[in-house]
């Protein structure tokens, strides 16, 4: 007999693996134990040889589903004989790298018995098994046991317990297990004595009717309606001063979705995986759908239902007939955090809704429903949180220490970084409001205690007057400011897990840079010890202040005036082509002659806005990238009516009258890689006033970019001698220049790096932040 001693680590908590082994030591033949020490799991094993061999094998090969092992070291011990069965022990508690489940939607399994009459669970809104449920958002502590979660205030029945304890039942050591007669209960707020079955059949009605109805679900509340009732969605935007910006929607099944959607390979799989995000899919123009759940957008945000009361509110035997699809989108007002309890979305949603359901089992984290687009066969991820959040990403660099990344103003997420292993957040939100200042503020304090950690680091943003960067000084910790930029290609580089030197094109909005100018157009050399700035688009004046950044007409008045100093001229081009009322116009060459709420800018989200506002497309912004979106929209539905194929990059490119990109600026004395985008601008205008088709422009632009952003990393190939490139930034959420910009630098011998299950956005810097703090406290 030998006796083997093994430490696994990885998501094994919370997804039935102690009953897992379990079991498997009973496959083998195997005497030990097998106990849940919070940051591992430890067992014993005992047998002979080969049986221990192949029971340990099982274990790295035959994980429950929803586990994750990261690593499992074992060692054989020289102790004697010592057990005489095998048995699960009680948690034992000890400090280490914690790996903490994401929540997990419901199973087919427990699906199948939330439907079946002759089940004890028969519509219960609250149904898990071992491995499905609620984890992050109900967790107080770990090890993950019943009593560290909001449901300890639930005393199991005599029959949920008996499952709970018996290693034969699906239910063994499910923390969440709960039944119709011990586990919580739906009901209407402000109507309490509606509860249970009544609430869900009222909740169905409204909803059937063209109602809105603000619902509890795992992680915070949703706003929902009929996805296919055109006036209940406007009613829904004008109630959330949201006029076009898109709605997620919740379909009753694949049937729906396949109706609705065109699939591409894996999408399906991912759609009903045990993580359902809300994923974005090309629309049919044949479905059911109203046209106001994404106004002009080719694409919708769907997701499959991933708790019991969703499944219920589709399908529920009280003679009610429902829509297959359901708008579901955050329960929050614009700039707040979801909500996520009775007394916020009183406070919030009742101006939004005509019923509010919720139910009593508290919600200790807040979780948002994941977001992700699809780019060649893969996730592309645009809000990483439920389900994701906060499976951590682990380097292969020898790290020591605790830090944390404060993470970005817009999409907020922060990141904890515990030696090799950094955790990112579930999403939190935009800075601009105090209650998502205030939630931040929590998130940090309930996720570094669940994960034992205690920073002495905290990185945060270059700018000094951000909110974040206030927070972070709250803490009390020393500050490692990491230029905005920089993040991004660090967040990329620590996805990759890729420690050398890149070529970092960091394209987004806008971000404080070394100079004090705002930047937004980079090209980097950068690494995880530091960055050069190697060049970045030309440099334009930026006017308007905070207006800029939701007005794109400001950016292209600019710019016009940037490159022609003839007032009448660029009135001229204004009446023309409708840009802004001719009033507007005095106040904008004042600002810039004489610098007055004007600031020198290289940002690229900017250059977007003000192509899009040049080509009439948006000449403002309601929400944060409209106008930038809506100009790839445009320039994919040209790709799409002549059939062109962006790929190996753009075969039809020399037809394009464009300036020569890769030209260095002779007046520039320093070297820097200047893209000569006020040419490019020049080149779209002159094209439009000669009555080009915009969406054809709109093509162009991008085909225009993406060759100067090549030319770029060839001249900054030469200077460096580095052939790898990483492409980050939120401008890169855009899948058209994505695609051209990458296709075009492998034709030219570069390796790149993408994203994928991190944002390319401001969502995702928060990993760069961490990664750049750990690197510092190691040097």
Not at 17 to 28: E, K, Q, Y
Not at 67 to 80: G, S
Not at 189 to 217: Q, W
Not at 490 to 513: H, M, Q, R, W
Request: with cysteine.
């Amino acid at each position: 007999m030998s006796l083997f001693h093994s430490k696994v680590y990885g998501i094994v908590q919370g997804v039935g693996f102690r009953p897992f082994v379990d079991r498997l030591a009973a496959r083998f033949s195997i005497f030990g134990s097998v106990c849940n020490k919070g940051p591992y799991v430890e067992i014993f094993a005992q047998g002979e040889p080969a049986a221990v061999q192949k029971f340990l094998a099982a274990i790295e090969h035959e994980p429950p589903e929803r586990a994750a092992i990261l690593k499992m070291d074992t060692e054989k011990l020289t102790a004697p004989d010592s057990y005489t069965s095998f048995s699960i022990i009680e948690s034992a508690k000890e400090r280490g790298d914690i790996f903490v489940s994401p929540d997990i939607a419901t199973c087919d399994k427990c699906r199948a018995e939330l439907f079946d009459k002759n089940d004890r669970r028969y519509l219960h809104p609250f149904i898990n098994c071992t491995a499905c449920g609620p984890r992050l958002t109900i967790l107080d502590a770990m090890p993950y046991d019943r009593e560290r979660t909001s449901m300890g205030e639930f005393p199991m029945c005599p029959e949920c317990h008996a499952e709970y304890t018996s290693p034969e039942t699906r239910r063994y050591d499910a923390q969440p297990v709960c039944c119709n007669d011990c586990g919580p209960e739906v009901y209407l707020i402000g109507e309490e004595s509606c509860r249970g079955a009544a609430a869900i059949t009222r909740t169905r009605k409204v909803l059937a009717s063209g109602g809105i109805v603000a619902i509890k679900g795992i992680g915070g509340f949703h706003l929902a309606c009929d996805a296919t009732n055109a006036a209940a969605i406007n009613r829904l935007r004008t109630l959330k001063h949201r006029p076009v910006k898109p709605f997620a929607v919740m379909m009753r099944d694949m049937e729906a979705v396949r109706r609705e959607c065109q699939l591409e390979a894996g999408q399906e799989e991912m759609l009903t995986g045990h993580q359902k995000p809300i994923l974005l899919l090309k629309r049919r123009t044949a479905g059911h759908l109203s046209d106001a759940v994404a106004p002009g957008n080719p694409k919708v945000g769907v997701m499959l239902p991933y708790a019991p009361v969703q499944m219920l509110l589709f399908d529920y035997p009280d003679g009610i007939t429902m829509p297959d699809a359901l708008i579901m989108t955050s329960g929050n007002p614009a700039g707040a955090p979801i909500c996520r309890d009775d007394k916020g979305a009183t406070e919030a949603l009742s101006g939004f809704t005509d019923l509010l359901l919720s139910h009593n089992r508290k919600i200790r984290i807040r979780a948002d429903d994941t977001v992700m687009d699809w780019l060649e066969g893969k996730p592309y991820m645009i809000r990483r949180s439920r389900g994701f959040a906060p499976l951590p990403f682990m380097m292969s660099k020898d790290l020591k220490g605790q830090v944390l990344g404060i993470g970005g103003e817009l999409k907020n997420t922060f990141c904890v970084g515990s030696n090799n292993i950094f955790y990112p957040s579930p999403y939190v939100g935009d800075m601009s409001d105090l209650r998502t200042m205030q939630a931040l503020r929590e998130t940090i304090g309930r996720l570094t205690e669940l994960l034992e950690n205690e920073p002495t680091l905290v990185a945060c943003d270059l700018h000094p007057r951000y909110n974040t960067v206030t927070i972070a000084r709250e803490l009390g910790l020393p500050l490692f400011p990491v230029q905005h930029h920089y993040a991004h290609i660090l967040s990329c580089l620590a996805e990759n897990d890729y420690d050398k030197p890149v070529i970092g094109v960091s394209f987004d909005g806008t971000g404080y840079g070394t100079d004090g100018t705002i930047w937004g157009g980079e090209i980097l050399q950068a690494d995880f010890r530091g960055f050069q700035r190697l060049g970045h688009i030309r440099p334009f004046l930026q006017t308007g202040g905070d207006k800029a950044s939701v007005e794109g007409w400001r950016i292209a008045i600019a710019m016009l005036y940037g490159l022609y100093q003839d007032k009448d001229k660029v009135r001229q081009i204004a009446q023309t082509l409708n840009l802004c009322p001719e009033k507007e116009l005095a106040a904008q060459f004042f600002m810039a002659d004489n610098n007055v709420n004007a600031i020198c800018s290289t940002s690229a989200g900017r250059l977007f806005d003000a192509v899009s506002a040049l080509l009439g497309i948006r000449t403002a912004s309601t929400f944060e990238g409209e106008a930038s979106m809506y100009l790839e929209f445009a320039a994919e539905a040209y790709l799409d009516k002549y059939a062109i194929k962006p790929q190996a990059f753009l075969p039809d490119m020399s037809t394009l009258p464009l300036i020569d990109m890769s030209k260095i600026d002779p007046s520039n004395t320093d070297k820097s890689i200047i893209l000569a985008t006020e040419e490019l601008f020049r080149y779209i205008l002159t094209e439009r006033l000669n009555g080009t088709a915009a969406d054809e422009l709109a093509y162009r632009f991008h085909a225009g970019l993406a060759a100067g952003i090549i030319a770029a990393c060839e001249q900054a190939r030469k200077q460096t001698e580095l052939s790898t490139c990483a492409l980050s930034g939120g401008v890169f959420q855009n899948q058209l220049l994505v695609t051209l910009v990458k296709d075009g630098l492998i034709a030219k011998d570069f390796t790149v790096l993408l994203h994928s299950l991190v944002p390319p956005n401001d969502g995702g810097i928060c990993l760069g932040q961490a990664v750049a703090a750990m690197v510092h406290l190691n040097q």
